[in-house]
C-alpha cells in the first residue's frame, strides 16, 4: 500500500499559479505510475495528469485537455514526491485535488485504473 499526503492547495486569483506537491511512503514509489484528479463540489472525480514510471526509455505523461498547456506534471524519484504545476488558473479550476498511485507502470486516466489515494487538497481560483 502507498500513503499519499498532498500539499500545496490554497486560494490564488485567476491568471495565479499553484503548484501541489504528493509525498508518498510505503510500496516503491519508482516503480508506481501516477495520477492527480480533482472533484468539484456535485461533480465527478476527474482526470487531471499522470505520469508513468521511469524506466531505460525515460517516462510519459498525459493530461486533461481541460489543463494541457497550463499544467506539468513531474516526479522526483529521490524524494518520493510527485508534483502538479498549475498556472493560468481558471475559476473553473476550483477543485479538491487527489493524488493517486498505480500499482502498474503505465499511466491512466480513469479513476478505478488507481489503487491508493490520498486526503485531497483544496484548491479555489476567485475570478
Known amino acids: 500500500q502507498v500513503q499519499l499526503v498532498e500539499s500545496g492547495g490554497g486560494l490564488v486569483q485567476a491568471g495565479g499559479s499553484l503548484r501541489l506537491s504528493c509525498a508518498a511512503s510505503?510500496?516503491?514509489?519508482?516503480?508506481?505510475?501516477m495520477g492527480w484528479f480533482r472533484q468539484a463540489p456535485g461533480k465527478e472525480r476527474e482526470f487531471v495528469a499522470a505520469?508513468?514510471?521511469?524506466?531505460?526509455?525515460?517516462?510519459?505523461?498525459n493530461y486533461a485537455d481541460s489543463v494541457k498547456g497550463r499544467s506539468t506534471i513531474s516526479r522526483d524519484n529521490a524524494k518520493n514526491t510527485v508534483y502538479l504545476q498549475m498556472n493560468s488558473l481558471k475559476p473553473e479550476d476550483t477543485a479538491v485535488y487527489y493524488c493517486?498511485?498505480?500499482?502498474?507502470?503505465?499511466?491512466?486516466?480513469?479513476?478505478?485504473?488507481?489503487?491508493?489515494w490520498g486526503q485531497g487538497t483544496q484548491v479555489t481560483v476567485s475570478s
Open positions: 493517486a498511485a498505480r500499482y502498474l507502470s503505465g499511466s491512466a486516466s480513469r479513476p478505478d485504473q488507481y489503487d491508493d
Open positions: 505520469i508513468s514510471v521511469i524506466n531505460w526509455s525515460g517516462g510519459s505523461t
Open positions: 510505503g510500496r516503491t514509489f519508482s516503480r508506481n505510475a
